[in-house]
């Protein structure tokens, strides 16, 4: 019963690190094959200070 449980945190952890590293990927594709939008880098900290 423990087995199931544990198999079913992993189960759930490892699709929401599924979901999250596909939609990073789809949205750097989309990126990077769209010519009008600006270059975003990832995570890009500096931008916020650069804006104003």
Known sequence: ??????????????????????????????DANDPDRPRRRFLDLGSRRNQA
């Open 1 to 30: 019963m423990e087995l199931l449980v544990l198999l079913l945190v992993y189960a759930a952890l490892g699709m929401i690190l599924w979901f999250i590293i596909y939609s990073a990927v789809k949205a750097a594709i989309r």
